[in-house]
């Protein structure tokens, strides 16, 4: 199995800075790589897939680089609708999809 | 518009049982992999199950294999999980997700809540 590992666990930064968020695999993932964000009360929300791949209607501001085994997702200027959860998922090798544990972007 | 709607959360006692239900618009159905995700209170994301476009391939995590039943029905473009002897550690938000290609999760349902308490 595969163990998916984020940090850091908690990130504050202030709105209009850049956030730079890590996932790192076990092992290779190649490019099998996607960023989820989650609010509370909701479901998750894909960001990005295949490592880079902004998913339909998410804003530039979201990028996402690496391959391999070290990840990144990185928020160019935060806006106040980005405090959220995000998590990383690979489906390299699965059963079982395996999801990293989450950094809580906060204010 | 890519609509999943979940349903059959309850509360329920340990050992019990509980079907969950997805019914699925927007797509064609038939033509994707489903998956079952679920967040225990506070917690991350655990994959449950999926299950290919035609229903003839299923998979299961280790911590729920040999309890809980994946299916669907494409002529009614529901899916299904069936829960039984159900542990205080099953209790989560339980997802369903379109697996694209069989890789990410690009929809989401807005989950059901189980909840394994005596």
């Known amino acids: 199995e595969i163990v998916m590992t984020q940090s850091p666990v908690t990130l504050s930064v202030s709105p209009g800075e850049r956030a730079t968020l890590s996932c790192r695999a076990s092992?290779?993932?190649?490019?099998?790589l996607a960023w989820y964000q989650q609010k509370p009360g909701q479901a998750p929300r894909l960001l990005i897939y295949d490592a880079f791949t902004r998913a339909t209607g998410v804003p530039a501001r979201f990028s996402g680089s690496g391959s391999g085994t070290e990840f990144t997702l990185t928020i160019s200027s935060l806006e106040s609708e980005d405090f959220a959860v995000y998590y990383c998922?690979?489906?390299?090798?699965?059963?079982?999809?395996?999801f990293g544990q989450g950094t809580r972007l906060e204010i | 518009e890519v609509r999943l709607v979940e349903s059959g959360g309850d509360l329920v006692q340990p050992g019990g049982s509980l079907r969950l239900s997805c019914a699925a618009s927007g797509f064609t159905f038939s033509s994707f992999a489903m998956s079952w995700v679920r967040q225990a209170p506070g917690k991350g994301l655990e994959w449950v199950s999926t299950i290919s476009g035609t229903g003839g391939t299923t998979y299961y995590g280790d911590s729920v294999q040999g309890r809980i039943a994946v299916s669907r029905d494409n002529s009614k473009k529901i899916l299904y999980l069936q829960m039984n002897n159900l542990r205080v550690e099953d209790s989560a938000i339980y997802y369903c997700a379109r697996a694209y290609r069989s890789d990410w999760f690009d929809s989401w349902g807005q989950g059901a809540q189980v909840t394994v308490s005596s």
């Open positions: 092992q290779s993932v190649a490019s099998n």
């Open positions: 998922q690979q489906y390299h090798k699965w059963p079982p999809y395996s």
